[in-house]
């Protein structure tokens, strides 16, 4: 696939690419999907990296498979960002329903160039950048959206400095992967229920709750969290909150419902973290999925 076309969903998905900055090794795209039925493909470029950051809630049943690499069945949970290492097939399958996310393609020779070798990929690897967990690649990200929403002066220059930065923090974070324990980690199971209590309940859990539902400690629930997703569970838990507090307002819901049904102490205090987290405001979120990225 040449540099930053945009990957194929489904045949009946419609797919919109609201701005643009493209350099040399680079393209940035703000995209969005309008798909109308669950739908399953397989994206793959021999000579990119691909990175996706859903800049609307991402469905909660989207899941994804290297059928080159895992049983056919195996499908792990895909996260509000994921990347594709060159010439992998990533294969995923999820709910209709409308999306806009952050794409971002990479020249598989750039980044070797930056970072000084070819980055090599294992199952561990593959697996995080399913749910690629890093608070340093997102602030890029966030950084790389506004940019390309609002270019300024030399934006093609900011492009390239912003994706250099990027290509070094993925590859700080694959060498993150690598270091982690071989063992330690929490077992699938486990994990799965984590999952499904945050995503049935938007108060956030105590931690003693969830050691209780896993039956192991407190202590045991935050080492082995970290060695299985690479962040802390304070940190995934707050990054699913925002999740399920992106899908209310998108329903409708108004901010001070959203704050206590989340259990925040009042809406400020939402108000002040989902911006910290999000980059923006709840309000302006509402207003970009109303009125359409262009427009925002």
Not at 33 to 40: F, L, M, V
Not at 43 to 72: F, K, S, V
Not at 99 to 113: M, P, Y
Request: with cysteine.
């Amino acid at each position: 696939m040449p540099l930053g076309q945009d990957p194929v969903i489904s045949r009946e998905a419609t797919i919109i690419v609201d701005a643009e900055l493209r350099g040399q090794d680079a393209v940035a795209q703000l995209v969005r999907y309008d798909i109308p039925a669950p739908t399953e493909s397989t994206l793959r470029d021999p000579d990119c990296y691909q990175i996706n950051m859903c800049l609307t809630p991402r469905p909660l049943n989207a899941r994804a498979c290297y059928h080159e690499h895992w049983g056919p069945h195996r499908f792990e949970r895909l996260g509000d960002i994921f990347m594709i290492p060159p010439g992998e097939a990533l294969h995923i399958k999820g709910d209709s329903g409308r999306q806009a996310s952050l794409l971002c393609f990479l020249d598989r020779a750039a980044v070797n160039a930056v970072i000084g070798y070819d980055l090599t990929w294992n199952d561990q690897k593959l697996v995080a950048t399913a749910d690629l967990t890093s608070a340093r690649v997102r602030a890029l990200l966030f950084r790389l959206t506004q940019e390309v929403r609002h270019p300024g002066f030399a934006a093609d220059r900011m492009l390239e400095f912003l994706t250099g930065e990027l290509a070094i923090e993925l590859a700080r974070f694959c060498l993150e992967v690598d270091e982690r324990p071989a063992t330690g980690g929490l077992a699938g199971w486990r994990l799965r229920l984590i999952d499904e209590r945050l995503a049935d309940n938007p108060v956030a859990p105590a931690l003693g709750e969830l050691a209780e539902l896993c039956n192991i400690s407190v202590r045991q629930l935050t080492r082995g969290f970290k060695v299985s997703r690479g962040c802390s569970i304070g940190d995934y838990i707050e990054s699913r909150r925002m999740e399920g507090a992106k899908r209310l307002l998108v329903a409708g819901e108004n901010v001070k419902t959203i704050a206590f049904t989340m259990g925040f102490s009042s809406p400020s205090s939402f108000t002040f973290a989902f911006r910290r987290a999000v980059g923006i405001s709840p309000s302006q979120f509402r207003q970009r999925q109303t009125r359409g990225i262009r427009t925002a």
